[in-house]
């Protein structure tokens, strides 16, 4: 066989194996939350939670998600339960994702206002809120729920959802901000669009929140490219089987410039810039990210010789997803990691731009920066 053959095959073992142990860790760390839920269940009911008195609850609906008519019957008993004020139900529109009803909530005294959907509305709460210090609930209904993974919010359960914005602890977290300045106008994002009082067309840089995780290349085609109805159907699935087609795009030539630092210049498949790492399918891109530590990590992905460079490519995501890394130099599927509070980015062509699995345009030049702990989330106690 020649030496890439050979590459081929040792880079398909080292992914299988990679799998491997990564379903050992997963298996075991199922075992210990299982455990852990037990225990929980056991405490609560030993010693029930005393109810908060007075508090004002907001929801900040999706009505377009299933369910959802279900769900506010149960808001409504759960509150009365918890000798809690009525609440208030505000629903999102087309026109605005929940910015200005997170704004009414707060306007009306709220306490807390939970999040009911994906992560559009989890980013439109979270716009609204940043810097003012009242707490962010969720109740994940979509399909990636990427920051309900990262706080070990429940997923799969409204109710226990619910439970935890109503009952759980505050915690401060990081709000990262993308802001393209070349073009803004080819830009298409509701809730930066309803942040603010200018033009939806205007070529004025503007902000676009995330919390979790923004990219540009590889990432944001698959994001793009996803059929929605398959998504519906098989949930984040969709997205590999929409990465699959863009295994063989071509290389992007980007200028980067960390913080002070010189620019310089990469040959990327995907450029991310995270708050979290956590992904669906238990990946984890970013295994240092920190979510309260005011610093943006910067993963920086390539592949090379086809398809035995995406296998070593997952391979490497798998093993450092458990805690294992891979310093072997020429390595043919990389992911390398830096640092850093600002992040600025040239591409020599527009380029598909997403924001916690939103994708929002295609941009040409964009920065990103970070806010310490400027939104406090309800997380489990």
């Not at 769900?71 to 609440?87: I, Q, T, W």
């Not at 309803?194 to 070529?203: I, R």
């Not at 040959?267 to 790492?277: A, D, E, P």
Request: with cysteine.
């Amino acid at each position: 066989m020649s030496w890439v053959e050979w590459v081929s095959v040792v880079a398909a073992v080292l992914a299988v194996l990679a799998l491997a142990l990564a379903g050992v860790v997963f298996a075991q760390q199922r075992r210990q939350r299982a455990d852990a839920d037990v225990a929980r269940a056991e405490a609560e009911e030993q010693a029930p939670v005393a109810p908060r008195e007075g508090r004002l609850v907001a929801f900040v609906a999706n009505p377009s998600k299933p369910d959802v008519p279900e769900l506010r019957a149960a808001v409504y008993k759960a509150a009365s339960e918890r000798y809690l004020p009525e609440p208030l139900w505000l629903e999102t529109t087309v026109e605005d994702p929940g910015v200005g009803q997170t704004r009414t909530a707060l306007e009306g005294g709220a306490d807390v206002v939970i999040a009911v959907g994906g992560d559009g509305t989890v980013r439109a709460v979270a716009e609204a809120l940043a810097g003012t210090g009242v707490p962010m609930g969720l109740m994940p209904l979509g399909t990636g729920n990427l920051l309900a993974r990262n706080l070990d919010i429940p997923l799969n359960d409204p109710i226990a959802a619910m439970a935890v914005a109503l009952d759980g602890q505050d915690k401060p977290i990081d709000v990262g901000w993308l802001r393209v300045t070349k073009w803004e106008s080819q830009m298409d994002d509701d809730i930066a669009e309803a942040a603010d009082d200018m033009p939806a067309d205007t070529d004025q840089p503007r902000d676009h929140v995330f919390l979790v995780i923004a990219g540009l290349g590889f990432d944001a085609q698959m994001v793009a490219d996803t059929d929605e109805d398959l998504k519906a159907k098989v949930g984040w699935m969709a997205y590999f089987v929409s990465g699959a087609r863009h295994l063989n795009g071509r290389r992007l030539r980007l200028r980067l410039k960390l913080d002070d630092e010189p620019t310089s210049t990469i040959r990327v498949r995907s450029l991310l810039i995270g708050n979290c790492g956590k992904l669906p399918g238990g990946i984890t891109l970013l295994p240092d990210a920190v979510i309260d530590d005011g610093e943006l990590d910067v993963a920086m992905i390539d592949t090379r010789g086809g398809i035995a460079g995406w296998a070593q490519l997952f391979g490497e995501v798998v093993l450092q997803g458990v805690g294992v890394r891979n310093d072997l130099p020429a390595k043919i599927g990389r992911i390398d990691h830096v640092r850093a509070k600002k992040v600025r980015l040239g591409a020599g062509g527009p380029e598909a731009v997403q924001v916690d699995g939103d994708v929002v345009g295609r941009a040409t030049e964009i920065e990103a920066r970070v806010d310490r702990q400027a939104l406090v989330v309800r997380v489990p106690a």
